[in-house]
């Protein structure tokens, strides 16, 4: 599976700090802005600031030609990060980000998708960013596991989940590199 981690991506300490007293609602399905759908995702969506909104953008477009270049997509822009927190029972099942003849729906746009890890991996149980394989391997799976700070890039094609969290608290940033549009 082709994933792409940078390590150290950014400092989690000032952004985790604001997440644990943020405003949190129940995270939607993409494709409906009004879908809650918690047979498929309980996660909350945090409301970060616009600093640290503004700090994580700027980040990821400091990096988004090298990393899209390692995917060989053409992008031009990053979609509206989101801030999660996932506590015991919370999880997303397995799905794709986008970029895929099945979506037809605005996800058709994404073609790198991005998670930003933020809490000590030994501060929660579960939670797992689980990679699915594709034709013909279908069974096989693959975890990133990463420290805080660190970002993991990858197709937004690609098949993948968050299992259920069983300790502790998960906070972490999702964004996506989107497609140039005219």
């Not at 047979?39 to 988004?64: C, F, H, W, Y």
């Not at 933020?118 to 279908?138: A, I, K, V, W």
């Not at 259920?164 to 549009?181: K, M, Q």
């Amino acid at each position: 599976m082709d994933v792409l981690t940078i390590s150290d991506f950014l400092d989690p300490k000032l952004i985790v700090e604001e997440l644990r007293t943020a405003e949190a609602q129940a995270a939607t399905v993409y494709g409906s802005a009004s879908s809650i759908e918690t047979g498929v995702r309980r996660t909350k969506k945090l409301t970060a600031s616009p600093a640290i909104r503004d700090l994580v953008v700027q980040k990821l477009n400091e990096r988004m030609q090298s990393i899209a270049a390692h995917f060989g997509a053409e992008v031009g822009e990053t979609e509206e990060p989101q801030f999660l927190r996932y506590e015991p029972g919370d999880f997303f099942v397995a799905h794709q980000d986008g970029n895929t003849p099945l979506v037809h729906d605005d996800t058709r746009f994404r073609k790198v998708s991005l998670v930003i890890f933020l809490s000590d991996p030994g501060s929660y149980d579960g939670g797992e960013l689980l990679f699915h394989g594709r034709y013909p391997d279908y069974d096989q799976r693959e975890t990133a596991s990463a420290e805080a700070g660190t970002l993991v890039a990858f197709r937004s094609e690609t098949t993948h989940e968050v299992t259920p969290v069983t300790r502790g608290e998960r906070l972490s940033i999702a964004a996506w590199y989107r497609a140039r549009r005219s």
